[in-house]
């Protein structure tokens, strides 16, 4: 690997991580000299500075060598869709999504932003629907009425309601995503910022 395109990929991914030079150099624990030396591709970490550096950045040693930001409209389209995942078991509509994201939102242009907003919106569904069927089993069991509707009417109808609406946000976004590279997931509580 030449010493340039090495320099470019340690100093994007400085920036990246939002560190000065002297950071860099604090937390690898090298002198600020040697990092000066690496971005100007005056030098090309090996073994031990490999590590630090790989330490600092919290990645793995082979990341700073293959390291480059991709653009990958399958993959983002599959971030988007692994959310259906949550027609088969809700939680999995948050963990598929979760893997991907940490596997590419280093590397793929955009999944770290579309991964945040996806996977709070999950979680904000998640939380929700968890809610409404806490509250609609005790209202059966204590034979509640809402508006003299049964129990049983308010989980299946609205609860269908909500997935259908769950669903309908994840293929708008998709298309959304394809034509704009923009997702509009909401409402949502922001876990990830």
């Known amino acids: 690997m030449k010493n340039l395109e090495l320099a470019r990929r340690i100093k994007e991914l400085r920036n990246r991580k939002g560190f000065s030079q002297e950071e860099l150099a604090e937390r690898s624990g090298l002198s600020l000299?040697?990092?000066q030396r690496i971005e100007n591709s005056e030098t090309e970490p090996?073994?031990?500075s490999l590590k630090r550096l790989a330490l600092a950045f919290d990645v793995a040693p082979d990341e700073i060598l293959d390291w480059q930001i991709k653009e990958d409209n399958n993959l983002m389209v599959m971030l988007n869709l692994s959310q259906l995942s949550f027609l088969a078991f809700p939680i999995l509509g948050i963990l598929i999504p979760l893997v991907i994201w940490i596997l590419g939102k280093d590397?793929?242009?955009h999944m770290n932003s579309v991964g945040k907003s996806?996977?709070?919106f999950q979680i904000s569904w998640s939380l929700i629907l968890?809610?409404?069927y806490t509250l609609a089993v005790l209202g059966m069991i204590l034979h509640f009425r809402i508006l003299g509707i049964s129990s049983w009417f308010t989980l299946i109808g609205l609860g269908g309601?909500?997935?259908l609406f769950n669903i309908i946000m994840i293929?708008?976004?998709t298309i959304m995503y394809s034509k704009r590279h923009k997702v509009n997931y909401w409402p949502s509580i922001k876990f990830l910022k």
């Open 33 to 35: 000299r040697t990092i």
């Open 130 to 132: 968890f809610l409404f």
């Open 171 to 173: 293929i708008t976004n």
């Open 46 to 48: 090996m073994g031990d």
């Open 107 to 109: 590397k793929i242009k």
């Open 118 to 120: 996806i996977l709070n």
């Open 161 to 163: 309601g909500y997935y």
